[in-house]
């Protein structure tokens, strides 16, 4: 698929050499009144960014709404992949996490109206984009090269959303009505939304409301396999290491040994996300120098779901007279325990934003202040119904991308002779009911934040220049509370004996997983499990976890700065300044050991608060040359840092002992280094004309103390990683520990030593309105970035490429647009990337490459009113990660397919 991004800047050289030709048959375009042809709709969207872009100081990418307030995609983060150097990960078929340059999302600093976000997602520090409705937003930046007067936590980019401003849109009102179909889920999503925009007191008051409401269908396909792989060998022999956990070495084929599955996992989700949204922006223009404003957004989604599980244990295999065979990718294993599960969890995510400010003229002077706040909250009860069959016999097969799994009676060696046991554990009488755990998620984030700026510009200076200087308080608290309860059947007041036949079964439609069984219908399954629930109130006993995964954690940061900007020559501006940030932090958790053998004790041991200051130096250096009116230079010499996301910095560890099956740990790092970066960018771009745009770039960072995801394992059950070693010593650990230090499997986040990565950025724009009609419709853009990355870390040999660095990022598209319609083709491309980092090469987790296919159509019925359809991932493009694997290939961890989807609606204008 490399091929996909080679030929896109292939498409941007045939391009240049377009404008070229254009640019020979005009003279100074971009100045050229007489002639301007006005573009609207998409391509007047391009036209406004490109714009934007080229006025910029640094090197900076935009996506505006087109002249009727709509973005062309209809997600904020699927509209960003289209940028240069800019993907997105997706979650459900919905664009959610922005990376840019490839770097991993918590690399970004995002911000709503200058108001920086936080995020509840447990395990993720990133800002999800798709609870913000596209609908509410007007603009979209991503700026690739800090200056002083920005947030320095943005190694990757600042993505700065935009809302809606009445001084941009004047007096405008807006409707639409949509409905989109899911293919897998076969449903109808309805969706509407508005805005308003007014313009009062002689045009000096703005007021701008926006409201969106979304209830999205959803459904799709999964394959897990995410308990990881083990190193086993045929029962038939009696070497001591039938069993074992991968080696350095790998599974050596012409010794027996193949990579074996510890759980697969058959999954449908089906459920409804309910976006809702809403936006305020009331601001006081007394003249063209001063403004004042308040603005508000709240936005929510509340995600349904109900995940259909089948899973197939192979890890509780120890007895190696178990393991029939073994072979690359497939065996046949006795003692196997089959799961059919029913997860019904409801999520409900809030966002909150606010701000206060202003900016005000004192004659050469200009003085801006801002107050914001913003929480998040989450709330994520969630209930599970398991039925159990066990002591069955399975064959399996499972590569990168497939799975089968076949069952049978289990059977048991004797001496000299095999007998059958029983019947086929997953026959429907035989799935017992097992287990009803239920949790309860709530986490919240909260931002305060004070700032000012003081910009000094004087009007008659000899040799333009002005000197900006301000600060910036920023107080953040994280907290998040999870409490479990199980409640196991095998316990009084109820027995063992309801099973999955006593209850109507069906099996999920458009699915093509290949389910083993069916699944209780839900109306008669809560029947079932209500009275359980009502019992959990009276039976504190089954609260099995409140401590695991709770913390508190707070960071303050103050930052300073000054900067200058001296224009000493024609064209030429040079920006130069220092920041300097200083971060205190602290987190309170504990130590949770939860036993799922016998050799361990549930234990919670609290851990004593940890608290961290550190400061940053970041100096930077831009350069902006204009060497003509179509031509312009652009060069930038920053530092940026990355500060530990809360949830890698939680103080809290969490400890499974599965007895002969081994013990792990989770372990958090409250003690991480920021990492710190040097980055050097360099780009020329050409606009020879008003329609047309040219950049190619190129950028390199060095960064130290980068942070990484990490999956440490022991060569055997008998050989344990002493937890008291792991990054050199430095997390804090309680001073005596249940079972000893001893662990085959760790997981951990750690620093990283250095990590480079260069690349080269192009892009390329054009509407082609000198073309005579009918063809002056047509347009395209184009980009491509292809990077090289090297990393490494010390508990691992060798190095590897940057975790989540891919080596090619790439989009296009090409249009029609006229009064009548307009209509465009894109394509976006991401090639495969590291997503985490093990102790053995044959454990690390690889995401394949991706590439979609969209076709969006607008129909002008009258000036206002316009009907549009879209066409999603028009190739049924899913998304897959996998285990590098043994000599034998590689093996899925988990992939996911949603399907197509389609879009039809209407919008009006007035």
Same mark, same amino acid.
């Given at each position: 698929?490399?091929?996909?991004?080679?030929?896109?800047?292939?498409?941007?050289?045939?391009?240049?050499? +377009?404008?070229?030709? /254009?640019?020979?048959?005009?003279?100074?375009?971009?100045?050229?009144?007489?002639?301007?042809?006005?573009?609207?709709?998409?391509?007047?969207?391009?036209?406004?960014?490109?714009?934007?872009?080229?006025?910029?100081?640094?090197?900076? !990418?935009?996506?505006?709404?087109?002249?009727?307030?709509?973005?062309?995609?209809?997600?904020?983060?699927?509209?960003?992949?289209?940028?240069?150097?800019?993907?997105?990960?997706?979650?459900?078929?919905?664009?959610?996490?922005?990376?840019?340059?490839?770097?991993?999302?918590?690399?970004?600093?995002? +911000?709503?109206?200058?108001?920086?976000?936080?995020?509840?997602?447990?395990?993720?520090?990133?800002?999800?984009?798709?609870?913000?409705?596209?609908?509410?937003?007007?603009?979209?930046?991503?700026?690739?090269?800090?200056?002083?007067?920005?947030?320095?936590?943005?190694?990757?980019?600042?993505?700065?959303?935009?809302?809606?401003?009445?001084? %941009?849109? &004047?007096?405008?009102?807006?409707?639409?009505?949509?409905?989109?179909?899911?293919? *897998?889920?076969?449903?109808?999503?309805?969706?509407?939304?508005?805005?308003?925009?007014?313009?009062?007191?002689?045009?000096?008051?703005?007021?701008?409301?926006?409201?969106? /409401?979304?209830?999205? &269908?959803?459904?799709?396909?999964?394959?897990?396999?995410?308990?990881?792989?083990?190193?086993?060998?045929?029962?038939?022999? +009696? !070497?001591?290491?039938?069993?074992?956990?991968?080696?350095?070495?790998?599974?050596? @084929?012409?010794?027996?040994?193949?990579?074996?599955?510890?759980?697969?996992?058959?999954?449908? &989700?089906?459920?409804?996300?309910?976006?809702?949204?809403? +936006?305020? !922006?009331?601001?006081?223009? $007394?003249?063209?120098?001063?403004?004042?404003?308040?603005?508000?957004?709240?936005?929510?989604?509340?995600?349904?779901?109900?995940?259909?599980?089948?899973?197939?244990?192979?890890?509780?295999?120890?007895?190696?007279?178990?393991?029939?065979?073994?072979?690359?990718?497939?065996?046949?294993?006795?003692?196997?325990?089959?799961?059919?599960? *029913?997860?019904?969890?409801?999520?409900?995510?809030?966002? =909150?934003?606010?701000?206060?400010?202003?900016?005000?003229?004192? %004659?050469?002077?200009?003085?801006?202040?801002?107050?914001?706040?913003?929480?998040?909250?989450?709330?994520?009860?969630?209930?599970?119904?398991?039925?159990?069959?066990?002591?069955?016999?399975?064959?399996?097969?499972?590569?990168?991308?497939?799975?089968?799994?076949?069952?049978?009676?289990?059977?048991?060696?004797?001496?000299?002779?095999?007998?059958?046991?029983?019947?086929?554990?997953?026959?429907?009488?035989?799935?017992?009911?097992?287990?009803?755990?239920?949790?309860?998620?709530?986490?919240?984030?909260?931002?305060?934040?004070?700032?000012?700026?003081?910009?000094? @510009?004087?009007?008659?200076?000899?040799?333009?220049?002005?000197?900006?200087?301000?600060?910036?308080?920023?107080?953040?608290?994280?907290?998040?509370?999870?409490?479990?309860?199980?409640?196991?059947?095998?316990?009084?007041?109820?027995?063992?004996?309801?099973?999955?036949?006593?209850?109507?079964?069906?099996?999920?439609?458009?699915?093509?997983?290949?389910?083993?069984?069916?699944?209780?219908?839900?109306? @008669?399954?809560?029947?079932?499990?209500? $009275?359980?629930?009502?019992?959990?109130?009276?039976? $504190?006993?089954?609260?099995?976890?409140?401590?695991?995964?709770?913390?508190?954690?707070?960071?303050?940061?103050?930052?300073?700065?000054?900067?200058?900007?001296? @224009?000493?020559?024609?064209?030429?501006?040079?920006?130069?300044?220092?920041?300097?940030?200083?971060?205190?932090?602290?987190?309170?958790?504990?130590?949770?050991?939860?036993?799922?053998?016998?050799?361990?004790? %549930?234990?919670?041991?609290?851990?004593?608060? #940890?608290?961290?200051?550190?400061?940053?130096?970041?100096?930077?250096?831009?350069?902006?040359?204009?060497?003509?009116?179509?031509?312009?230079?652009?060069?930038?010499?920053?530092?940026?840092?990355?500060?530990?996301?809360?949830?890698?910095?939680?103080?809290?560890?969490?400890?499974?002992?599965?007895?002969?099956?081994?013990?792990?740990?989770?372990?958090?790092?409250?003690?991480?280094?920021?990492?710190?970066?040097?980055?050097?960018? #360099?780009?020329?771009?050409?606009?020879?004309?008003?329609?047309?745009?040219?950049?190619?770039?190129?950028?390199?960072?060095?960064?130290?103390?980068?942070?990484?995801?990490?999956?440490?394992?022991?060569?055997?059950?008998?050989?344990?990683?002493?937890?008291?070693?792991?990054?050199?010593?430095?997390?804090?650990?309680?001073?005596?520990?249940?079972?000893?230090?001893?662990?085959?499997?760790?997981? #951990?986040?750690?620093?990283?030593?250095?990590?480079?990565?260069?690349?080269?950025?192009?892009?390329?724009?054009?509407?082609?309105?000198?073309? $005579?009609?009918?063809?002056?419709?047509?347009?395209?853009?184009?980009?491509?970035? =292809?990077?090289?990355?090297?990393?490494?870390?010390?508990?691992?040999?060798?190095?590897?490429?940057?975790?989540?660095?891919?080596? =090619?990022?790439?989009?296009?598209?090409?249009?029609?647009?006229?009064?009548?319609?307009?209509?465009?083709?894109?394509?976006?491309?991401?090639? &495969?990337?590291?997503?985490?980092?093990?102790?053995?090469?044959?454990?690390?987790?690889?995401?394949?490459?991706?590439?979609?296919?969209?076709?969006?159509?607008?129909?002008?019925?009258?000036?206002?009113?316009?009907?549009?359809?879209?066409?999603?991932?028009?190739?049924?493009?899913?998304?897959?990660?996998?285990?590098?694997?043994?000599?034998?290939?590689?093996?899925?961890?988990?992939?996911?397919?949603?399907?197509?989807?389609?879009?039809?609606?209407?919008?009006?204008?007035?």
């Amino acid at each position: 698929m490399n091929h996909l991004a080679k030929f896109m800047l292939c498409v941007s050289v045939s391009g240049l050499a +377009t404008g070229v030709a /254009y640019a020979q048959q005009t003279t100074e375009a971009p100045s050229d009144e007489g002639s301007e042809i006005v573009v609207t709709g998409t391509r007047g969207a391009i036209n406004t960014s490109r714009e934007l872009e080229r006025q910029a100081d640094g090197i900076k !990418n935009v996506i505006s709404a087109d002249d009727a307030g709509q973005f062309a995609d209809q997600n904020v983060a699927e509209s960003l992949q289209r940028l240069p150097g800019v993907s997105i990960e997706r979650s459900e078929g919905e664009g959610r996490f922005v990376s840019v340059r490839g770097l991993d999302p918590a690399f970004n600093n995002v +911000t709503l109206n200058g108001v920086k976000l936080g995020s509840t997602e447990k395990g993720n520090g990133s800002v999800a984009l798709d609870i913000l409705p596209a609908d509410l937003l007007d603009q979209v930046e991503v700026s690739k090269t800090p200056t002083p007067d920005q947030d320095g936590d943005a190694i990757g980019g600042t993505i700065e959303i935009k809302t809606l401003s009445a001084f %941009d849109r &004047k007096n405008q009102i807006q409707a639409r009505v949509e409905g989109s179909y899911s293919q *897998i889920a076969d449903k109808i999503s309805p969706k509407i939304s508005g805005s308003i925009t007014r313009l009062f007191a002689n045009d000096t008051i703005g007021i701008a409301l926006a409201g969106s /409401y979304f209830d999205r &269908k959803v459904q799709s396909d999964q394959l897990r396999n995410d308990e990881g792989l083990a190193c086993v060998r045929s029962g038939a022999t +009696t !070497n001591a290491l039938a069993f074992g956990l991968l080696t350095d070495a790998g599974c050596d @084929e012409a010794a027996g040994f193949f990579a074996r599955p510890e759980e697969l996992d058959v999954r449908v &989700k089906i459920g409804a996300r309910e976006r809702i949204g809403g +936006t305020f !922006n009331f601001e006081y223009k $007394p003249n063209d120098d001063d403004i004042f404003f308040i603005r508000a957004t709240h936005t929510r989604i509340n995600d349904d779901d109900t995940r259909f599980q089948e899973e197939t244990e192979f890890r509780r295999v120890t007895d190696r007279r178990d393991i029939r065979a073994v072979g690359a990718g497939t065996g046949t294993m006795d003692g196997i325990r089959y799961e059919t599960q *029913i997860f019904q969890q409801e999520i409900a995510d809030r966002v =909150w934003s606010a701000s206060f400010g202003g900016e005000k003229q004192f %004659d050469d002077l200009k003085v801006e202040f801002q107050q914001d706040w913003s929480r998040t909250t989450r709330q994520s009860p969630g209930v599970r119904a398991r039925f159990q069959g066990r002591n069955g016999l399975s064959q399996y097969t499972f590569d990168k991308d497939s799975i089968e799994i076949t069952s049978g009676p289990g059977v048991r060696r004797t001496t000299g002779a095999i007998a059958t046991v029983g019947t086929d554990p997953r026959v429907p009488a035989n799935m017992l009911y097992e287990q009803l755990f239920i949790d309860a998620e709530t986490g919240e984030d909260e931002i305060y934040t004070t700032k000012a700026d003081f910009t000094y @510009e004087p009007e008659d200076a000899a040799m333009p220049f002005s000197i900006k200087a301000g600060f910036k308080y920023r107080e953040r608290d994280k907290e998040a509370d999870v409490d479990e309860f199980d409640f196991s059947a095998r316990n009084a007041p109820l027995s063992r004996t309801e099973s999955l036949a006593n209850f109507t079964r069906f099996t999920p439609k458009n699915s093509r997983l290949p389910f083993y069984g069916q699944f209780p219908v839900l109306s @008669e399954l809560n029947t079932f499990l209500e $009275p359980q629930r009502a019992l959990i109130a009276s039976l $504190p006993s089954v609260l099995v976890n409140s401590s695991r995964e709770d913390y508190k954690s707070a960071e303050k940061v103050l930052a300073t700065y000054v900067m200058g900007t001296i @224009e000493p020559a024609d064209g030429l501006k040079i920006i130069s300044g220092v920041r300097v940030e200083r971060t205190s932090f602290n987190s309170r958790g504990q130590f949770v050991f939860d036993s799922d053998g016998s050799t361990l004790v %549930d234990t919670v041991i609290a851990n004593p608060d #940890v608290r961290k200051t550190f400061a940053e130096v970041l100096p930077s250096f831009i350069v902006r040359y204009d060497a003509s009116r179509s031509f312009l230079l652009r060069g930038a010499f920053t530092f940026a840092i990355q500060r530990p996301n809360f949830d890698d910095t939680r103080n809290v560890h969490s400890a499974l002992d599965q007895g002969p099956n081994g013990r792990s740990v989770e372990l958090q790092n409250p003690l991480l280094d920021p990492a710190k970066a040097m980055q050097f960018d #360099v780009s020329a771009s050409w606009y020879p004309n008003r329609n047309t745009g040219f950049t190619l770039g190129f950028f390199y960072k060095r960064i130290k103390d980068f942070i990484v995801d990490t999956n440490l394992v022991s060569p055997s059950l008998t050989t344990f990683i002493d937890i008291r070693t792991v990054a050199g010593g430095s997390i804090p650990l309680p001073a005596s520990l249940p079972g000893g230090f001893g662990y085959n499997k760790v997981e #951990v986040p750690l620093n990283g030593n250095v990590g480079r990565i260069y690349g080269i950025e192009a892009s390329y724009s054009q509407s082609f309105t000198f073309l $005579p009609k009918p063809l002056d419709g047509l347009f395209i853009s184009a980009s491509g970035t =292809w990077a090289k990355s090297k990393a490494d870390i010390d508990v691992r040999a060798g190095s590897f490429a940057f975790p989540g660095q891919p080596k =090619w990022v790439a989009n296009g598209s090409i249009g029609y647009e006229d009064k009548l319609f307009s209509l465009r083709g894109s394509v976006t491309y991401k090639d &495969k990337t590291v997503e985490s980092i093990a102790s053995v090469a044959p454990l690390d987790e690889v995401r394949a490459s991706y590439m979609s296919y969209d076709l969006n159509f607008r129909l002008n019925i009258t000036k206002g009113i316009q009907l549009y359809a879209d066409a999603i991932n028009l190739t049924n493009e899913r998304d897959e990660i996998g285990y590098r694997g043994d000599r034998n290939g590689g093996y899925f961890q988990e992939i996911e397919r949603y399907g197509r989807t389609f879009q039809v609606g209407i919008r009006a204008d007035f």
